[in-house]
């Protein structure tokens, strides 16, 4: 299985986004350098995909296959992309505040650390839908990685609800475009594809 091991920050920074919205509060102590060319359109269209697919974690047949099932599906495809990418497993346990970050959520589902609807699920492109109950497995709760979790204070989405003394949550229904807080135009995206 291919994993990206580029360095966060430094692919942060190259994308211009802030690593807050990947989970991670630290600063670069570089300087942004300040000359740069204006982009062309297509070059636009291409940092705005290389963005969703970072911040996601994704990368790109997966990314594509995601973007083929969303313009098949009723309504805007760029919405549908958004929506399909924030209801995978590794997002949703992110969400929920059962990781601190998008790679530690997906590694942490690959171990077999959750369930879903009550089975063991080690999947972390697996796509949740409304009424779907992720919890921790009992086996893991005593962990101390899940110790301090639960210590921690998390902003949940309207979209779910979630029972940190439990470690479990509850889908409550799949998220709409406003409600999806990450920084990405998703016309562009459609607009790169469709060429």
Not at 18 to 34: A, E
Not at 67 to 87: H, P, V, W, Y
Not at 131 to 142: F, M
Request: hydrophobic share 35%; charged share 30%; glycine share 6%.
């Amino acid at each position: 299985m291919a994993v990206n091991r580029d360095p966060v920050l430094k692919r942060c920074r190259a994308l211009d986004i802030d690593p807050s919205h990947l989970g991670i509060y630290k600063k670069s102590k570089r300087q942004p350098n300040r000359r740069q060319k204006k982009m062309s359109e297509y070059g636009t269209q291409l940092r705005e995909k290389q963005r969703a697919k970072f911040i996601y974690g994704v990368l790109e047949k997966q990314f594509r296959n995601t973007f083929e099932k969303a313009a098949r599906k009723q309504g805007a495809t760029g919405e549908n992309l958004l929506i399909m990418l924030e209801s995978r497993l590794d997002n949703v346990v992110y969400r929920m505040g059962f990781a601190l970050t998008r790679r530690e959520a997906r590694q942490l589902v690959t171990h077999g650390h959750y369930t879903l609807n009550g089975k063991k699920v080690n999947s972390p492109s697996l796509m949740v839908k409304a009424g779907d109950v992720i919890a921790v497995k009992a086996s893991s709760k005593n962990s101390p990685k899940f110790k301090e979790i639960q210590d921690l204070q998390v902003v949940v989405p309207s979209w779910m609800d979630v029972d940190l003394d439990k470690l479990e949550g509850k889908i409550l229904a799949l998220p709409k475009r406003e409600e999806i807080d990450t920084p990405i135009q998703e016309h562009l995206i459609v607009e790169l594809y469709s060429k």
